[in-house]
């Protein structure tokens, strides 16, 4: 019998060095794309899958999180008082049933396999899904939801992918196909970040999956792999030396890779021309830049 995912991973452990000297302070997690933290983004597609639980593993200096999802009765009341609904009612998606956020840290940075197994009492004996909230995916059904759909009927585990160049090989998780069905590959094997020249496809592991509760013990009996870290990859790769089924899913949606500056840029500038109050004022300021910058050259 297929079980329902209701509980998902949110691996926010990492140190964001890619964003210093912004993410001294701040937990990269915590950045906006317009106004709303890159961790929100994750939240509330975690939220359009029916995730009922949410884990988060930390490290030190990411507080920012947790005062983020915490009713701030102070921040509420002077709302309240000024009249000010539309911004309580923004506030409402930044808060938590009691008991249905946990938050586990991850005492040494020794990679994300290790991050996820952190939370392995929590998930106990549940299929899970994992978010990693530096991928944002724009999707009319949101990715998780379209993952979670197609679950139902496969079963196993299974990873976002989508298609890479393969010079761009070397930054991901990358699938060995057995069976192409379409939005749908069954997976016979997985190698994290491997050298262009060796990637068994072009076919890249994207931040979302879902996972059988059986990756738990694989991680903790895998060795420390690419980059000398515990990858969760090598672990899902252990299901299919098991003789468990693994299937990618290519999903329908734009993804930005938030963890780059470049990724960071292009998603701020397509979500704020998204939004019905800024898009037209900025796309107009947009398109006199770039004619600017063309008459310039
Ligand atoms: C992680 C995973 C990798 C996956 C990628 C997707 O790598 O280890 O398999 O392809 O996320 O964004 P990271 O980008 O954290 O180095």
């Known amino acids: ?4 995912v209701t509980k998902a991973i949110f691996p926010v452990a990492g140190l964001g060095t890619r964003f210093l000297p912004a993410t001294k302070s701040v937990p990269k ?6 106004d709303r933290p890159l961790i929100q983004y994750a939240i509330d597609e975690a939220r359009a899958a029916g995730i009922k639980e ?11 999180l947790e005062d983020y999802f915490d009713h701030s009765n102070e921040l509420e009341n002077t709302l309240r008082k000024k009249g000010k609904m539309d911004l309580l009612e923004t506030l409402k998606s930044t808060n938590m049933d009691s008991g249905a956020i946990a938050y586990i840290r991850q005492h040494k940075a020794l990679g994300l396999g290790h991050a996820v197994w952190c939370a392995r009492r929590l998930v106990a004996n549940e299929p899970f899904a994992v978010i990693l909230p530096d991928d944002v995916i724009a999707a009319e059904k949101p990715c998780l939801q379209q993952m979670v759909e197609a679950y139902e009927e496969t079963g196993g585990s299974m990873v976002a992918a989508m298609e890479v160049p393969s010079e761009k090989a070397s930054s991901y998780g990358m699938l060995d196909v057995k069976e192409d069905m379409g939005t749908i590959v069954s997976v016979k094997g997985m190698v994290e970040k491997p050298p262009a020249d060796e990637a068994p496809s072009n076919l890249a592991v994207i931040g979302r999956y879902i996972l059988s509760p059986k990756i738990m013990q694989n991680l903790n009996k895998i060795d420390r792999g690419a980059g000398d870290e515990i990858q ?6 252990q299901e299919m030396n098991e003789d468990r089924d693994v299937f990618g899913y290519r999903f329908s949606g734009q993804r930005y890779d938030c963890g780059t500056k470049a990724g960071f840029l292009q998603a701020t500038v397509a979500f704020g021309l998204a939004r019905p109050d800024l898009g037209p004022e900025f796309s107009e300021y947009l398109e006199s ?3 600017l910058r063309n008459a310039a050259q």
Do not use: N, Q, Y
């Open 1 to 4: 019998m297929k079980r329902r």
């Open 54 to 64: 949410f884990i988060f593993v930390t490290s030190r200096g990411k507080g920012a």
């Open 29 to 34: 997690e915590i950045m906006t794309l317009v």
């Open 232 to 237: 969760l990859t090598d672990a899902i790769a």
């Open 289 to 291: 830049m770039v004619a």
